[in-house]
Every structure is written in structure tokens, then in C-alpha cells.
């Protein structure tokens, strides 16, 4: 059970370094790699706590439930990371003797991801997508779309 909280967790913290890369990826401006891989270093390097911290106030405005169950989940995974056995519980029930409180952390955390993937898009692609349209407008080309 530890090591499916744990591993739970550890995919949640990937997915906030990654949404925090591809935003901080954009202001690293030329063609050397280097640059993008001591960016890519430093926020591998960033606790949850600190990812977290730093996308959260842009979770809040997008869902705020998307923020509080991504942080009992993480919360849950706190206990059994430090060697405390005993807080096994999910929403006050037992993950190690009902199977169903462990059905419902996976479907919680199921339900967080796909929140994620909806800010992505919105969010962060989106923005990308208009931003490119933006520089083709700027830039004079004929058609603005074009990619």
C-alpha cells in the first residue's frame, strides 16, 4: 500500500514540474540546450511543496477542488514517506483493510489528473496557441494560422 501511495504522489509531483517547465521553458530564448537543461535541472530539483506553492494561486482561479484533492493526496503520502505506518487512511477510512477507501483514492487521483489535463489545455496550450497566432499577426505574415 506505501508503495502505490507513494508511486501515486510521485506521478502527481511530475506532472506539476512539467506544467512548471513547459511555462518557464518559454522565457529561455535561443538554441542552446544547455539553458534548457539547467531549467529543466533546477525544477526536477523543486520540492512538491514548492511546485505546488507556485501553481496553486493558477489552480485556485482554474478549480479550487482540483488544488485541495491534489493536496490530500499528497498529504496522504506524507505519513508512509517519513515511516509512519499508522496514517493509512484515506478520508478517515483504512487503506490497508477496506478496498473500497482504496478504490476511491484511485479514483480521486484518476479524477485529479484528467483536472490537470483540462488546465493544460486551457490554460497553457491555449495561451501557447495564441501566442503563436499573435507573432504571425505581428510578424506580417499573410496568413496568421499558418504554423
Not at 506553492?53 to 506524507?78: Q, S, T
Not at 488546465?119 to 491555449?126: G, L
Amino acid at each position: 500500500m506505501r508503495s502505490i501511495i507513494l508511486d501515486l504522489d510521485a506521478h502527481l509531483e511530475r506532472r506539476l514540474q512539467d506544467i512548471l517547465y513547459a511555462q518557464l521553458s518559454r522565457l529561455v530564448w535561443g538554441r542552446e540546450d544547455k539553458h534548457q537543461e539547467q531549467l529543466a535541472k533546477r525544477v526536477r530539483a523543486m520540492s512538491f511543496h514548492q511546485l505546488f506553492g507556485l501553481i496553486k494561486p493558477a489552480f485556485d482561479v482554474f478549480d479550487e477542488a482540483m488544488a485541495r484533492n491534489l493536496k490530500e493526496i499528497h498529504d496522504l503520502r506524507c505519513g508512509p514517506a517519513h515511516g509512519d505506518m499508522t496514517s493509512l487512511t484515506f478520508r478517515g477510512r483504512d487503506l490497508v483493510s477496506d478496498h473500497q477507501a482504496v478504490a476511491e483514492l484511485y479514483v480521486q487521483w484518476w479524477c485529479v489528473n484528467k483536472d490537470i489535463n483540462k488546465f493544460v489545455e486551457k490554460a497553457i496550450d491555449d495561451a501557447k496557441e495564441f501566442e503563436r497566432i499573435g507573432k504571425n499577426v505581428s510578424s506580417g505574415r499573410a496568413n496568421p494560422m499558418e504554423k
